[in-house]
Nanobody
Framework: QVDLVESGGGSVETGGSLTLSCAGS????????MGWFRQGPGKQREAVAI???????SYGDSVKDRFTISKDSAKNTLYLQMNNLEPEDTALYYC?????????????????RGQGTQVTVSS
């Protein structure tokens, strides 16, 4: 059973934009919170954005004012709009759900996780 599947990654130049999508099961989308995470080459996993069940959002410091997380519960789809991309944003991006955290500053214990989609930003 595949609970979460990401799409929308690709290669862009600095300053470009991408929109990631994460389609999933009803069970995953009924979670307390869902979010986008990333892991760049040689870097630790980083919480990018989290959205709570009430629609509240939290963003990592490095992406604030550039990225926007949203959710369409009717379509069981999570989105991440990424603008003004920088080479430092290059990473494998994946969505996760099932955790209790609604803040990017803490850890996130995901019950569901996708395989990820690669984002590469060239200078």
């Amino acid at each position: 059973q595949v609970d979460l599947v990401e799409s929308g990654g690709g290669s862009v130049e600095t300053g470009g934009s991408l929109t990631l999508s994460c389609a999933g099961s009803q069970q995953a989308f009924s979670s307390h919170s869902m979010g986008w995470f990333r892991q760049g080459p040689g870097k630790q996993r980083e919480a990018v954005a989290i959205i709570g069940g009430d629609g509240s959002t939290s963003y990592g410091d490095s992406v604030k004012d550039r990225f926007t997380i949203s959710k369409d519960s009717a379509k069981n789809t999570l989105y991440l709009q990424m603008n003004n991309l920088e080479p430092e944003d290059t990473a494998l991006y994946y969505c996760a759900a099932g955790g209790r955290a609604v803040d990017c500053s803490g850890g996130y214990s995901a019950r569901y996780r996708g395989q990820g989609t690669q984002v590469t930003v060239s200078s």
